[in-house]
């Protein structure tokens, strides 16, 4: 795989390059192409960014959904919560990250965890959507 000398970024940094070549999740291929673009991951991530913010997991209640502790969670405040949305929400006073479920009157979110229950909305409990998961960053190392 080549790629070219890159250009300086902002700040004098620079950006590492996104390649033309995809990684085969099998057999390799011999193909070296390459691209001169650097990648920004808030081109990549973010589709609005003035209503577009980062936050970090705690817990383990989305294990099943690929959220993990640590992840980074991309989240858009600009988007409509739909029903199946995985959504940043405040209950009560307290963050969590959750998939929302809307069956007529009935509004819940559900974790992707067994272990966790859903949580329920009845008369008398605040729920407010603080925006959409739009993607995730994971670091391995």
Known sequence: MKTKKQKPGKNGGTKPPLTDSVV???????A????????DLND????N??????????????????IFE????VVDKSLPALDGD???ASVDGEFTV??????GSLVALEP???????IVFTDGMELTVWGVVTGLVRKFK
């Open 49 to 66: 960014m003035p209503s577009t913010f980062y936050v970090r997991v705690s817990g383990e209640s989305m294990s099943g959904a690929g």
């Open 112 to 118: 992707a965890n067994p272990d966790f229950k859903p």
């Open 44 to 47: 990549l991530m973010i589709r």
């Open 24 to 30: 085969v999740a099998g057999f390799p291929s011999p």
């Open 86 to 88: 995985v959504i940043i």
């Open 70 to 73: 640590g992840d980074i969670l």
């Open 32 to 39: 070296e192409q390459y691209t001169e673009n650097p990648l």
């Open 98 to 103: 959750k998939r929302l479920k809307k069956r």
